[in-house]
């Protein structure tokens, strides 16, 4: 420490220097004695206004940690703490002003913000004439003579720790505005909060700015969040720098989006040492950016499958988002179009719907959410169901800004015309930083300027592009289109929301969405990038399958696997009972296997006939009798816990609907029933007649007012909440755990319905039963056309020789075993193949049965075979499912019939005997 | 007292570094250099060598290697392993060795505990 | 829906995220006293991608050559950690590390044994520290410096060129006060991201219980 005197004094400016010589004219070689020991000296010169420093030497500069150059010229004031005792003060200053000198004890602060008790000794030095010329003032550390023991010391230091870490958040918050601040002192494992952020977390903010467990920074944070909060936090103690994360917090049972920003500070050694932020209230922000995020994102594509008839729709999430509704898999579509502003086309199952093709519609809604009003865009295609009917599938999206682009192209459009008089700077920026093509043409189609977006996007500069006809570098394909529209522009037409592909300038294509408005001498138009979107879309639409898939099997294999187990179970009992000898007994174990195996088959029928591959075979239906029939069965489903009670109205009309879907249906909605009681109650079916109103079908897509025949399913059970209650004929809802249960019944059961022109009802109240009405619709022709098949028993046959073309080896034993037993000669054959040679030969036929799906030539393809040699050969088609066969007045000639598979061999030996009795006698 | 350092390490610029900082701390010391371990074996044969500053990423043998190698035949040596490779293996491995671990990148401050450490030792052995 | 999803959880690439956080904020803070200035950081981005998405991601941003120093990682998983910037951010980059220490001569001849040992301690900072938070060692390989285009970075070995996914984590880094800027860049491919999987499951579960 020699060279620490020059280092100090280097006085600022020459007029101290002078000072300084005067100073050790009056204190003498003394002066630089002390300045050079390692005592702390400061000089201050009060005939200067407020008593600047003047001097101050290394050791001063060691026990405040300020340079010289820092203090000169203030008065020493400044290295009082906070709090410092003003009577000490004043003291100091009185005394010295008799006296001369003094000497006091202050609290003061160092440069890094440390306090110590500094016991400073005060000697006025005076000039010739008596006046003081200088303060000299030496200073002491005494900081221990006021800590009598450790504990005290230890309180202080923390004290003091924790006014620095107040003062950073102070600091913090004056620079981050309106936003709570913390500090989280890693060694010392405590946090302290200010006033704001206790506020957003609900803590108390004396608490909070005294310091608090840190796990107090988790609290309040809403559960789902906490993992992922620790996890950031983790990184934040462990030494990563950025901590960036928005979370909920749960205060009062409300939730909020914070956002929490900080900073972790390391040591010389890259400790981490504290870890401090700020946090802000962002739950507004949250909310509109979730709105806009759905609504704005490249990718805000919703895509849909509706198949008309049906009364709901398969979705996507995203979908769903776009109207502002709940996330589903399956919407009714009253509830899509209430969304749809009343003025504009429904989005599904419009006036033009029955028209085949593509199909685009752009129409206004309210978001079931927040009532925001917004432009969708419905792009779809009506295609011809291979089942009949007509399916849709599409996708909707938001135009919104779209529709304001157009409104700023008419700006523009505006703007354009007072170019002359006006040089209008905010324009030539939407039209120099659009991303959006901007285009001006003449109304001749030739451009006569493009914006820079062209450049960027497609890579043509506009020198490329002025003065040829717009519509050039449209993909061949879409040129057509393109070319109508062009020539519509010209006679003025605007063309809004039209995609087309385009070349870029090295070969890319790419979509573009146009909007493009005729005014006066000129065409504005706007092209939007959207070739991301398009691949998007096919995407969704595959994935929102598989989605669909993976529910639906998880609950069919279930389904399946008991009734299977029923099947396999009874007959391997049966098997036993046989093998035993016990005949008699095998035979319930037989008819239990074949009750599920029918179970299992009217399951697919419903399944087939809910996606529509299976028409209904509607026709005049008395429903009395169907209930009266299933009374017994419906006893033994619903067990000795449930009491079932019908209620019939005699004179009851006949109705029009498919008997089986009826079957099921009311099968379906009584074991609902039953499991909504597990502890027991009253199943009442009741069936009446009633006149329905049009505004009782107000609801309704499909009934017509008028009569009809209403079939109630009532129970005492828990009844559904109205949250389920909404979803209920959505398709795979269920209330059952995963596996149990397709979740399909109810919405099978409103399709049925649907198809059938009728109407359902759901009533309920949580914890008060429910009450399903089906509306069928009243027949209206004679009830003679109630036809049974007449005969009960297959008649035998007497050695007719049938031709059986089935490749099932399982199934042709089962046909030719039955056909043999019943007395007819069977020609057993497993492929038209083999089947062929033996029509076309002389051998006498009677029938051929055959399968349709058969590999080579398919049944049908084999029955034109047939018919060739033999124009009038009664046949007999067996399917499991065939697309074509459905729809049987075009598949089948003169002379065929269908049978489905799984039949019972006696509707089998029926129908047979029938074809053959009938083809005897026409022959006769 | 003038102590000879061996400061070994694949990159020149790691040598620079570690020089500057040694120079910084010892002005007076001899400093010999050398690029990999091989060097540093044939170095030892040669030269009196009193402490040695080792990087731990070299090709050939690696640093612990040779840092295990050279306490096998100096048993009082100060050694001190350099490394970015902060691992808790690495350095149980360096304690191991009775090695010092120096994390890179060096500095002046981080060279410090291990050189006045080395030059008290090397002032007791009598040198 | 995208393929990340299928590949990582939400948890796991947030966990993820913050040990390369740690890892690489280790590796600033080495870079800040290599050059003596401030070295700000990205937010980082821990993304599945196929390698030439990778590729892709760096060529969107720096459409210039490149220069990287590559250093290739084994252990419980494996995978190759790179320090990349522009070829034109190079000689700013060794006058910075190296400080007044060479004339510009020197430096120039020094240019790439200057960038291996720049690189040699950011990313052995970076994964060292990524390997303590994960408790399993890791070995590094020796740093080499590539130049040339993302693409050929961004192979990993020859029998996984088979244009497969990887573990792409990235960050990007800027040198105050001198217009140097880079990335940060780890790939892994699947078979490690399988076994840093359940490392991460180790961690979270570390995590859940004691922060907090």
């Known amino acids: ?924 | 007292m003038v102590a000879t350092v061996l400061i070994v390490d694949d990159s020149k610029l790691a040598r620079i570094v570690v020089g500057k900082a040694i120079a910084a701390l010892q002005p007076d010391w001899r400093r010999l250099e050398a690029g990999g371990a091989d060097e540093a074996l044939a170095l030892f044969e040669n030269e009196a060598i009193d402490l040695v500053i080792l990087d731990f990423n070299m090709p050939g043998r690696d640093g612990l290697e040779l840092a295990e190698e050279l306490r096998g035949r100096f048993a009082d040596l100060p050694i001190a392993v350099a490394t970015a490779n902060v691992q808790d293996e690495i350095i149980a491995r360096a304690r191991a060795a009775n090695a010092a671990f120096i994390a890179k990148p060096v500095s002046e401050e981080g060279l410090r505990g291990f050189i006045s450490g080395a030059a008290l030792r090397l002032r007791s052995a009598g040198r | 829906m995208s393929i990340q999803t299928i590949f990582l959880e939400e948890l796991e690439r947030d966990a993820l995220t913050e040990l390369v956080n740690i890892g690489v904020s280790r590796a600033a803070s080495s870079l800040r006293k290599m050059v003596g200035e401030q070295v700000l950081l990205s937010v980082p981005s821990v993304e599945v991608v196929t390698r030439q998405g990778a590729a892709t991601l760096i060529r969107e941003r720096e459409n210039g050559e490149l220069v990287a120093v590559r250093q290739d990682f084994e252990g419980v998983f494996s995978g190759r950690a790179l320090l990349i910037f522009p070829q034109a951010n190079s000689m700013a980059l060794v006058h910075a590390v190296t400080g007044g220490a060479l004339s510009h001569g020197e430096a120039v001849d020094m240019e790439d044994e200057a960038l291996a040992e720049t690189g040699n301690v950011v990313l052995n900072s970076c994964l060292a520290t990524m390997a303590n938070m994960l408790q399993k060692p890791l070995q590094m390989s020796l740093p080499e410096v590539l130049r040339g285009d993302g693409a050929s970075l961004f192979t990993l070995t020859d029998q996984h060129a088979d244009g497969g996914v990887v573990l792409f984590l990235y960050i990007n880094f800027a040198i105050n006060d001198r217009d140097i800027r880079g990335y940060i860049a780890m790939l892994m491919d699947l078979p490690s991201l399988q076994a840093l999987r359940s490392l991460i499951a180790d961690f979270i579960e570390r995590v859940a219980g004691d922060v907090g």
């Open chain 1, 1 to 924: 420490m020699t060279d620490t005197v020059d280092a100090a004094i280097r006085p600022e400016n020459a007029g101290a220097a002078v000072d300084l010589d005067a100073l050790r004219a009056l204190a003498g070689p003394l002066f630089d004695a002390l300045a050079g020991s390692g005592v702390a000296i400061t000089v201050t010169d009060p005939r200067q206004h407020d008593d600047p420093i003047v001097f101050v030497n290394a050791a001063f500069e060691a026990l405040t940690g300020y340079e010289a150059a820092e203090v000169m010229g203030r008065n020493c004031r400044f290295l009082q703490a906070e709090g410092v005792d003003p009577q000490a003060v004043a003291g100091l200053a009185g005394t010295l002003e008799n006296a001369g000198s003094a000497t006091v004890d202050l609290l003061n602060v160092r440069r890094d913000g440390t306090r110590f008790w500094n016991r400073l000794n005060v000697t006025t030095l005076k000039d010739a004439a008596g006046r003081p010329a200088f303060r000299f003032a030496t200073q002491t550390d005494v900081s221990a003579d006021y800590g009598d023991e450790d504990l005290g010391r230890e309180l202080r230091s923390t004290r003091q720790r924790l006014a620095e870490a107040k003062e950073r958040l102070r600091v913090a918050q004056t620079v981050a505005g309106a936003e709570g601040a913390w500090e989280w002192n890693i060694a010392q494992g405590r946090l302290v909060a200010d006033a704001r952020f206790a506020g957003l977390y609900g803590l108390d903010p004396i608490a909070a700015a005294n310091g608090l467990p840190t796990s107090a920074f988790f609290d309040a944070v809403f559960a789902a969040d906490r993992l992922r909060l620790k996890i950031a936090v983790a990184g934040a103690l462990n030494g990563a720098e950025v901590f960036a994360r928005d979370y909920r917090v749960l205060v009062d049972g409300e939730l909020r989006w914070v956002s929490a920003k900080g900073r972790t500070y390391l040591d010389a050694q890259d400790r981490p040492v504290r870890f401090a932020g700020v946090l802000a209230d962002i739950t507004e922000q949250k909310r509109v950016e979730e709105r806009l995020r759905i609504a704005q994102s490249a990718g805000g594509v919703g895509s849909f499958e509706y198949l008309s008839g049906f009364g709901t729709v398969e979705v996507s999430d995203t979908f769903c988002g776009l109207l502002g509704l709940q996330p589903a898999t399956s919407l009714p579509v009253r509830t899509i179009n209430a969304v749809v502003d009343p003025e504009d086309q429904p989005l599904i199952g419009g006036r033009e719907s029955e028209r085949l093709g593509p199909a685009f519609h752009e129409f206004r809604i309210q978001r079931a959410d927040t009532g925001e009003a917004r432009w969708l865009a419905c792009r779809g295609e009506h295609q011809a169901a291979p089942s009949g009917g007509v399916s849709f599938i599409g996708v909707i999206y938001d135009v919104t800004a779209t529709k304001r682009s157009e409104d700023r192209l008419r700006d523009l459009a505006a703007a354009l015309e007072a170019r002359v008089e006006v040089s209008n700077q905010e324009r030539d920026r939407v039209w120099n930083l659009s991303r959006d093509l901007l285009s001006i043409s003449g109304r001749d189609g030739a451009y006569r300027a493009v914006n820079p977006a062209w450049t960027a996007l497609l890579g043509y500069e506009p020198v490329d592009l002025i003065g040829s006809v717009m519509g050039g570098l449209v993909h061949p394909d879409d040129r057509e289109m393109a070319g109508e529209l062009a020539a519509g522009l010209r006679t003025g037409e605007a063309v809004t929301d039209f995609d087309c592909r385009v070349l870029s300038k090295d070969g890319e294509l790419h979509w573009i969405n146009w909007t493009a408005l005729p005014d006066g001498d000129f065409i504005y138009a706007v092209g939007r990038d959207i070739t991301q979107r398009k691949l998007l879309e096919d995407q969704l639409r595959q994935s929102q399958k598989m989605e669909a898939v993976g529910q639906l099997t998880g609950g069919l294999a279930h389904d399946f696997n008991n009734m299977l187990t029923g099947m396999l179970g009874g007959m391997d009992m049966g098997r036993r009972r046989i093998a035993e000898g016990r005949i008699a007994d095998a035979e319930r174990f037989f008819e239990a296997a074949t009750q599920s195996g029918q179970r299992a088959a009217a399951l697919t029928h419903r399944l087939l006939a809910f996606s529509r591959r299976q028409s209904l075979d509607s026709r005049p239906l008395d429903v009395a009798a169907l209930v009266a029939s299933m009374e017994d069965l419906l006893r033994r489903t619903l067990g000795e816990q449930v009491r079932l009670e019908t209620d019939v109205d005699a004179d009851l009309w006949t109705a029009v609907a498919d008997d089986n879907q009826l079957e099921s249906a009311i099968l379906n909605l009584a074991i609902n029933a039953r499991d909504a009681m597990p502890h027991g109650g009253r199943l009442t079916i009741s069936a009446r007649n009633v006149a329905l109103s049009a505004a009782r079908l107000a609801k309704s897509d499909r009934a017509e007012p008028g009569d009809y025949v209403e079939i109630g399913v009532a129970d005492t059970g828990m009844g559904m909440s109205p949250d389920v209650l909404s979803k209920v004929f959505d398709p795979f809802f269920t209330t059952k755990p995963l596996g149990q249960g397709t979740g399909l019944g109810l919405s099978m059961i409103y399709g049925f319905v649907q198809q059938s022109r009728g109407h359902v009802e759901i009533e309920s109240q949580e914890g008060a039963g429910a009450v399903i009405r089906l509306f069928l619709p009243r027949h209206r022709g004679e009830v003679a056309d109630l036809v049974e098949e007449t005969d009960d028993r297959a008649e035998g046959g007497a050695g007719e020789t049938v031709l059986v073309v089935e490749d099932d080896p399982a199934v042709r034993l089962l046909v030719v075993q039955v056909l043999q037993e019943l007395g007819y000669r069977a020609i057993e054959t497993e492929s038209g193949r083999e089947a062929a040679p033996i029509l076309q030969s002389a051998r006498a036929i009677d029938l051929m049965i055959t399968d349709v799906g058969l590999p080579g030539l398919n049944g049908r393809q084999l029955a034109e075979i047939a018919r060739e040699s033999r124009p009038d050969l009664p046949i007999l088609f067996m399917t499991g499912y065939a697309e074509q066969a459905v729809d049987q007045s075009t598949f089948l000639a003169q002379g065929m019939e269908i049978i489905t598979k799984p039949f019972a061999i006696d509707r089998f030996a029926k129908r047979i005997s029938a074809i053959l009795r009938r083809a005897e006698a026409e022959q006769a």
